[in-house]
């Protein structure tokens, strides 16, 4: 951030910010390897908000307002996607960094949540439709080709605000068309809110793994003899207290006996940028630790 603004008023090169990013890539990258983690990310560290990349794939951008991410201290450009929605032809600067090792995670905002989140004059229902198939199937078919073997959907709009009834059948329309012959697991991660009275409709949609913020989400709500995979949310992304490791192992434990989903992912219940740096990576190396006890006792 520093080296970027400092850029923007002439203080520095962009060489020197491009040195930047690097640095905190490899940093972030060896926090990873150092947990020992099982799919790595480069953190959308290029990334302004979770829309402007793919907005600026899909054309020259409006300046739209800044809008308060949900309950946060942080903002994201209000995507304008008003008219007729053009297809992105070009995924450059959309997909992780060639130095990120493999497997890779490709994390996206959900067809749902970006069509709720825009300012638009169309149907939203129709806008999220189109937005799978013109705009984020083409960003993961490209994801997949540089070494991406998990899709991870962002969906902390169905959390924090709900949905009607009549949202469900476009939604699983348009994960349908993101999920049809993908060679990759799809991840709907709802996260800022209860995923309880949702679970019934949750496990009906064409995903291979469902997420969960288990700091908002009662575990007794989730049932039993899942046919998906579990994003267990353990570690909270939102407060500086570390998690036990012991805990959160008992947690897992839990998690694959009751639930008993087909897979159990250990994650964070939501993105970690909310917390300094430090706590952040201690948070990941809990994460990395709890997981490799978790695949000592259980089998899921």
């Known amino acids: 951030m520093a080296s970027t603004r400092g850029l ?8 020197a910010v491009e040195a930047a990013f ?14 020992r983690l099982d799919v790595f990310s480069d953190g959308l560290l290029r990334w302004q908000d979770i829309f402007r990349p793919l907005m600026e794939a899909v054309g020259p951008i409006k300046p739209e307002s800044l809008v308060r991410w949900f309950d946060t201290n942080t903002f994201f450009r209000e995507p304008d996607l008003s008219g007729t929605l053009p297809g992105v032809d070009r995924a450059d600067g959309l ?13 996206l905002p959900s067809p749902y949540m970006f069509s709720r989140a825009a300012r638009t004059d169309r149907d939203r229902n129709h806008l999220m439709v189109d937005l799978a198939g013109k705009v984020l199937r083409p960003v993961i078919d490209a ?23 009549k949202d469900w059948a476009p939604l699983h329309e348009a994960l349908e068309l993101l999920h049809r012959d993908l060679r990759a697991t799809l991840a709907f991660h709802i996260y800022f809110g209860d995923a309880g009275p ?6 009906r949609l064409p995903v291979d793994a469902i997420g969960v913020d288990l700091v908002e989400t009662d575990v007794n709500e989730l049932g039993s003899g899942w046919d998906k995979g579990l994003v267990a949310g353990v570690i909270d992304g939102r ?23 087909r897979n159990l992912y250990l994650s964070s219940n939501c993105e970690l940028a909310f917390l300094p740096t430090v706590v952040a990576e201690r948070k990941v190396q809990r994460l990395g630790e709890a997981a490799r006890k978790v695949k000592q006792l259980v089998s899921v």
Not at 95 to 107: C, E, G, M, N, Q
């Open 198 to 203: 949702h679970v019934d409709q949750l496990r």
């Open 8 to 15: 923007d008023r002439g203080r520095v090169t962009a060489d």
């Open 239 to 261: 407060s500086s207290m570390l998690e036990s490791v012991e805990n959160t192992v008992e947690v897992a434990r839990h998690l694959a006996d009751t639930v008993r989903p």
């Open 143 to 165: 994801a997949i080709a540089a070494g991406c073997q998990l899709v991870h959907l962002e969906e902390p709009w169905l959390g924090y605000f709900g949905i009607e009834s």
């Open 95 to 107: 997909l992780p960094d060639a130095s990120v090792p493999r497997p890779r995670v490709a994390t």
């Open 22 to 35: 690097a640095e905190d890539l490899a940093a972030f990258v060896r926090v990873q390897q150092q947990a």
